[in-house]
């Protein structure tokens, strides 16, 4: 750079120096001058990123749609901090340097302060005369690039002002008097831009994608460098490629190479914090690991041991389904160790059974188990989204509306997603979940990109409830007629044979054993005692208040799913009116008897369990997924 100053006579240096000639040529644009920076004369400085990190690509595109004869006009479309205004300087720089097409030689690239310029007017007609008044002084300086930064932005702030800012800039767009360079990001360009034809045709699109990796480790190099030399901090080679590999992997939101940078910059402190001057590929997976609660880096010993028994851990909350929890505890296992696809989501399940016999259980006890937390999971209840505005609701409106997927995965990146009754849904939803289960991507409506990569889907339904109700009474083994009721399912049209194949398992889940139901009705009851507990009331758990729990809440057609409420309008119920009556204080402990609950007494004198009489229909053969209680 300092022998380009030296060589004044070259074509550099001298198309940095705006001629005699060309300032008599052309006019001077008093007014925009009021609302703009001239950015041919910023341009002489030094250069930006983004022919760095980009090329010439669509700095090239927009000497191809400004150099038209008519509606030379082009809007730059990219995400906050792809580089748009980058593109822009580095355009107008061209310009400067002579490295452009000769209709463009000599033309001022302008941009427009719209912010400024709406916070000045006070009325609709102020705004709308001070507007036509820039635009025609922009036309009469004869070589004026108008850019006008945030378009939908000036849009809206127009409408505020009951203006139609468009319909008076659409004369100067259709004419070859100007040339204008808006800019816009991807949600807004969906929501205002788009959906208007009359702008679609004023203006030619140029996209701004995320650059190549190669391109991206050379610019974090720079900015690894620029951050050595004015911290006591050095960043190795396979640091910076794993600031990157995370960057794109672990963070949601944002785009590259902003969200590179960002996570080198914010881990220059952490380490100098830590006495660390030497950032290692560690260092940044231990700095990922604590922003974002992912586990990754090295497996510690309490996870290992986690992470080999992981099926043990699940069965200590749900009872039998060894083929699920295998299945389940294999791909969380492939997903530690860093061996899955980065470009799929963790893991992808379809869960197959009849209502109440533990499907969401298990799904709860994966987020409990391998994420630490039950709350790890969320669930959408799919058949909410059977009508006409599923995918709406689903991904977000037009009017800008959020969608509740992205809030969702947004909310928590890193869980598990239940997709409930994943059947009933509308079929332009189940279309969208063809891409994200295979891709772990998708768009809002907006055209934002979301991420689930880092998270699980579990989609259950009750199809093939009938089919897997008779197998089991024919005593035959669910696995061998597994084929023949995913067949039927595809050929009811519920579910698409391709969406079938999107999933990384799909089981089966049969009817629950008699000794399932006991087992959960102990569990709902601990869990009864454990919040009167906190009230210093001692539940005692006896045979009156399980066999009451299981006479009122087993229905062979819903499984174990009435026990809850059962438990609320039984006991809790009963406690209620103890504690209200004086009759149990804190510090007392309560026992149910059979003289409680008067309607277990007629079974009693014939020598019939509750239970029995609940499940006189239901197969005795070994079942899976109800919940299990927890060693006392």
Do not use: C
Not at 498 to 519: A, C, M, P, T, V
């Amino acid at each position: 750079r300092q022998k380009q100053k030296e060589r004044f006579w070259g074509k550099v240096s001298l198309g940095q120096s705006t001629s005699f000639g060309s300032e008599l040529a052309y006019g001077s644009a008093f007014v925009l001058g009021k609302y703009s920076e001239d950015l041919s004369k910023k341009a002489i400085g030094g250069g930006s990123n983004f022919r760095f990190v980009y090329g010439n690509e669509q700095i090239r595109q927009l000497e191809v749609v400004l150099s038209r004869g008519k509606e030379a006009n082009a809007i730059l479309v990219g995400e906050d901090g792809s580089g748009k205004m980058d593109v822009v300087l580095d355009f107008a720089r061209d310009i400067m340097n002579g490295y452009i097409n000769p209709a463009l030689q000599h033309k001022r690239v302008m941009s427009f302060n719209t912010k400024s310029f709406i916070a000045n007017m006070r009325s609709k007609q102020e705004l709308e005369t001070a507007l036509i008044r820039l635009m025609n002084d922009a036309v009469k300086a004869g070589n004026v690039i108008l850019v006008i930064e945030d378009l939908p932005g000036f849009i809206r702030s127009g409408l505020a002002l009951d203006s139609d800012v468009m319909s008076l800039i659409d004369p100067y767009l259709a004419g070859t008097t100007i040339q204008v360079i808006a800019t816009a990001d991807n949600a807004r360009y969906h929501q205002f831009i788009e959906p208007n034809n009359a702008i679609m045709q004023r203006f030619e699109k140029v996209v701004l994608t995320e650059p190549a990796e190669e391109s991206l480790i050379r610019i974090l190099e720079e900015v690894a460098e620029n951050t050595e030399r004015r911290n006591p901090i050095y960043f190795t080679y396979p640091a910076v490629t794993e600031i990157i590999r995370s960057a794109q992997n672990y963070f949601t939101d944002g785009v590259m190479p902003d969200k590179a940078i960002d996570l080198l910059v914010e881990l220059t402190p952490s380490m100098l914090s830590r006495g660390g001057h030497l950032v290692k590929k560690l260092d940044v997976l231990q700095f990922v690991r604590e922003k974002t609660n992912i586990p990754v880096g090295n497996i510690t010993e309490d996870e290992r041991e986690r992470l080999q028994n992981l099926e043990g851990l699940m069965h200590d909350l749900v009872i039998g389904q060894e083929q699920a929890l295998d299945v389940i505890a294999n791909a969380m296992r492939r997903a530690r160790a860093g061996v899955r696809s980065m470009n799929r989501p963790i893991g992808t399940f379809l869960f197959l059974g009849p209502t109440g016999v533990g499907k969401t259980e298990t799904a709860k006890a994966l987020a409990t188990v391998f994420f630490g937390n039950e709350n790890a999971m969320s669930r959408l209840d799919m058949s909410e989204y059977q009508g006409d505005d599923g995918l709406n609701r689903m991904i977000g409106g037009m009017d800008g509306t959020p969608g509740v997927l992205p809030v969702m995965l947004k909310e928590q990146p890193y869980g598990v997603v239940l997709l409930d009754e994943f059947e009933k849904t509308n079929p332009k939803v189940l279309d969208l979940f063809l891409q994200i289960l295979d891709e772990g991507i998708f768009h809002d409506a907006q055209g934002r990109q979301v991420n689930g990569r880092n998270t699980i889907f579990i989609a259950t339904s009750n199809a093939g409830a009938g089919e897997i109700r008779e197998a089991m009474k024919a005593g035959v083994e669910l696995e061998t007629v597994k084929k023949e009721i995913i067949d039927k399912i595809i050929a009811g049209g519920k579910i698409k044979p391709e969406l079938f194949n999107r999933f990384d398992g799909i089981i089966l889940f049969h009817h629950l054993r008699q000794e399932d139901y006991e087992q959960i009705a102990v569990l709902m009851l601990k869990k009864l005692q454990k919040r009167l507990r906190e009230k210093s009331i001692n539940l005692i758990i006896n045979d009156a208040v399980k066999d009451a729990v299981l006479f009122h809440g087993v229905d062979p057609d819903f499984g174990a799913r009435p026990m809850t409420r059962a438990i609320q309008e039984v006991v809790e119920q009963k406690v209620a009116e103890k504690i209200i009556g004086g009759k149990l204080t804190q510090g007392a402990s309560l026992e149910f008897t059979y003289d409680d609950f008067p309607e277990l007494k007629t079974l009693q004198s014939v020598s019939v369990s509750p239970l029995d009489e609940a499940l006189s229909q239901i197969p005795s053969e070994p079942v899976v997924g109800s919940p299990q209680p927890p060693t006392p």
